[in-house]
Every structure is written in C-alpha cells, then in structure tokens.
C-alpha cells in the first residue's frame, strides 16, 4: 500500500526555521521526482514550491522561497526534506508532498500545516 506521509508543520515567530519531511513507502521512493506544494487560501489552487528530480537530484524553486528554502533526499530512508529559513508571515500554508513518475503514477501526501506568525 502507498503511503506518503508530510511532518514538520507547526506554528513559528517570523524569520523562524521549520523542516519539513516527506516519507514514503509502498513504492519505490527513490526513483520519483518529489515536489514541495502549499496552499495558502482554501479552494486556491496548489502553489508548486520546490522540487527534486530523478535521476540528478536536480532541484528548483519557486521565486517566493529562492534562497530561503532547501529540498533534498535522503534515499535510503525514503524521506525528503524542506528546510524553510528566514519564514514569512506570507509561507503560511498547508504544505502538500508529491511523487511522481511521469506517465507512470502521481501520489500525495495528506498535508501538514505550517504558520507563521508576525
């Protein structure tokens, strides 16, 4: 069975630290792209927030977090990281963790809330 599970979330001051995790199991983990998305308003669409592709590790970012944000993979425990630095009242959100395999599957994580306060 797939699962993938976010953790990390909570409440911090302004220009806090969190990271975020994403942990999966049931398929292999490894070889998908894994992708950061928030939503920040209910019923607004998911913003992408960072990825890390397979194979290469290569990662990118959305404009909003350049600089502040790091993703990465720890493959041999499945999990992927987001450390979110220097938070804004504005990174408030629900924090979703995507994998996929293009063409193949797309899996989701159930979210985990993340808010900063000013």
């Known amino acids: 069975q797939v699962h993938l599970v976010e953790s990390g979330g909570g409440l911090v001051q302004s220009g806090g630290s969190l990271r975020l995790s994403c942990a999966g199991s049931?398929?292999?983990?490894?070889?998908?792209?894994i992708s950061w998305y928030r939503r920040q308003t209910p019923g607004k669409e998911r913003e992408l927030v960072a990825?890390?592709?397979?194979?290469?590790?290569?990662?990118d970012y959305a404009d909003s977090v350049k600089g502040r944000f790091t993703i990465s993979r720890d493959n041999a425990k499945n999990t992927v990281y987001l450390q979110m630095n220097s938070l804004k009242p504005e990174d408030t959100a629900v924090y979703y963790c995507?994998?996929?395999?293009?063409?193949?599957?797309?899996?989701w994580g159930q979210g985990t809330q993340v808010t900063v306060s000013s």
């Open positions: 995507n994998a996929r395999w293009v063409g193949l599957n797309d899996y």
């Open positions: 990825s890390i592709t397979h194979p290469g590790d290569t990662t």
């Open positions: 049931g398929f292999t983990y490894s070889r998908y792209a």
